[in-house]
Nanobody, 126 residues
Framework: QVQMAESGGGSVQAGGSLKLTCVIS????????MGWFRQGAGKDREGVAM????????YYADSVKGRFTLSRDRAKNTVTLSMNGLKPEDTGIYYC???????????????????WGQGTQVTVSS
């Protein structure tokens, strides 16, 4: 069983920064792929970034490349999304996500996710 607790959401102006942290507890070894998804109002849930433990490779959505960074701290059992250069279109609920047994295919497809966190709101104003 894996439990996930997210924190760090909030409101910022365009161009600002936020850091989201997901603390993961339980049998994390069962989930070699962890990261973040988001869902804007009236939009489908979409993948933001996923970390593949076996290769330390990170998959990023094109819309966030160069602005967001995903990091995994095994000692603290956390997955952290550092968001810079935020835009109004980044607004939404951000969900911590875990997938088993593999990261591929389609690592940013929400239909492949095994476990979801509760979500944390991010609001970016123009």
């Amino acid at each position: 069983q894996v439990q996930m607790a997210e924190s760090g959401g909030g409101s910022v102006q365009a161009g600002g920064s936020l850091k989201l942290t997901c603390v993961i507890s339980g049998n994390t070894w069962n989930f070699p792929c962890m990261g973040w998804f988001r869902q804007g109002a009236g939009k489908d849930r979409e993948g933001v970034a996923m970390f593949r433990s076996s290769t330390s490779h990170t998959y990023y959505a094109d819309s966030v490349k160069g602005r967001f960074t995903l990091s995994r701290d095994r000692a603290k059992n956390t997955v952290t999304l550092s968001m810079n250069g935020l835009k109004p279109e980044d607004t939404g609920i951000y969900y911590c996500a875990a997938r088993t047994p593999f990261c591929e295919p389609r690592p940013l497809d929400p239909d492949t996710i095994t476990k979801w966190g509760q979500g944390t709101q991010v609001t970016v104003s123009s």
